[in-house]
Structures are given as C-alpha cells and as structure tokens.
C-alpha cells in the first residue's frame, strides 16, 4: 500500500532564504509525482508534476525533483517571498490504480517571514 | 481554458438533513472526475471517482453518495448528515490516469 510523507511538517524561514521541502513514497513503482499548493481555506493549485521518466521540473523558482529509487521527492523554492505562504502538498497515485486516484502526503506548513 | 467550478462556496447543515454538492467543468470532455474531503488539521482523502458518464467508483464506506449525470458534471450527496460530514470538499479533474489532477475552489460544509 502506498504511504506518503512529508517532513517538515512546518517550516518558518526569513524572507530570501532558499529552501527544500521533502516527500517520501513507500512505492518505488509509482509513475509521477505531483506537487500542490493550498492557501488557507482555498482549493489546491498545481505546481509541478514529474514524470517517473523525468528526474525533475522547473517553473519560475520552484524546482522539483524525484528519486523513484529512494522513493523520494524534493521541492526547491529559491529566494523565498511572504506570497509563498502556505500549505505544500505532495501526491503520488495509488498503485495499480484505475482512474489516477492520489495518495496524498500530510503537508508542509511554510510561513515566510517579511 | 479549462476551469472547475464547485458550489456552494459553504454550507452549514443540520444532522440529518440531506446534501447536495455539484461540481462542474468547463474546456474539456470526458474527464477523469474526483472527490476528495479534507477534515481540519488531516490530509485529503479520496472519496469517489469517475472515469465516464454513470461510472462512479467509492474509496471509503460512508453515508455519501456520488454521481455523474453529465460528461462534465459531479454530484456529491447524502440522504442525512452525520457530524463526522463536516470538513472541505474538493472535486479535481485530470485528462487522464497519468495527468495532472486539477482542482475547484471546495465546499466548506458544516454540519451543527
């Protein structure tokens, strides 16, 4: 059964500062991984999604990353921002799954602080 | 463009009373169609899924029920609230299993 963590599960850093949230996936098989964003009482929004045939994903100064050997995920924020606030989600698909169903990690808790 | 849509914004219900959430979108056809319930201070958790029109899959027992009238539409029900019903509910959409999964804004239901 795949298990999804996240570590830490919150995280308080100066405004500037680059920083690394973790995912870890019990399931080497899976075949991507998905990274969310959710502002407090709000939907979740899209960051990345890695490929299992990819290694990683950039857009703007996110960088996300997949070791599916160490059933591993890093996302990367560089230069960090207060916008940048928020709950950070991973998600993995359950295997052997129809339908693309998500197992979802707990979440990081990131405050930036101005 | 595609866009998800979710309505009501919040709810506050009594035990008992029956429920209806909807979700719809817009750009796309034959999505994959999900639910998925996030209780205070826990992860989400799948609750139903769909692959087509009438084909609804559940992920957990409960008293909530889901259906997919339209190609693009979904439907979150139930017949009498329960208390543990409380939480915010998400429906997502992907093009496919191994897509991005996209999400509406949620349904904050209160259940008093």
């Known amino acids: 059964k795949q298990e999804v963590t996240q570590i830490p599960a919150a995280l308080s850093v100066p405004e500037g500062e680059n920083l690394v949230l973790n995912c870890s996936f019990t399931d080497s098989a899976t075949y991507n991984l998905q990274w969310f964003r959710q502002d407090p009482g709000k939907g979740l929004t899209s960051l990345l999604l890695i490929q299992s045939s990819q290694r990683e994903q950039t857009s703007g100064r996110l960088n996300a990353s997949l070791d599916k050997s160490s059933g591993r995920s890093t996302l990367y924020i560089a230069a960090s921002q207060p916008g940048d606030s928020a709950t950070y989600l991973c998600?993995?698909?359950?295997?052997?799954?129809?339908?693309?169903?998500?197992?979802f990690g707990q979440g990081t808790e990131l405050s930036v602080k101005p | 463009s595609q866009t998800i849509h979710q309505w009501p914004a919040t709810l506050v219900q009594p035990v008992g009373s029956p429920l209806s959430l909807e979700c719809t979108v817009e750009?796309?056809?034959?999505?994959?169609l999900y639910w998925y319930r996030q209780a205070a201070g826990r992860g989400l958790q799948l609750l139903f899924y769909?692959?087509?029109?009438?084909?609804i899959s559940s992920e957990v027992p409960q008293n909530l029920s889901a259906s997919r009238p339209q190609d693009r539409q979904f439907i979150l029900s139930s017949k009498k609230l329960l208390l543990s019903d409380s939480g915010f509910y998400l429906c997502a959409w992907s093009e496919g299993d191994s897509y991005e999964q996209y999400f509406g804004p949620g349904t904050r239901l209160t259940v008093t």
């Open positions: 998600a993995v698909p359950m295997i052997y799954n129809q339908g693309g169903k998500l197992i």
């Open positions: 769909s692959v087509g029109i009438g084909q």
């Open positions: 750009g796309t056809s034959n999505p994959n």
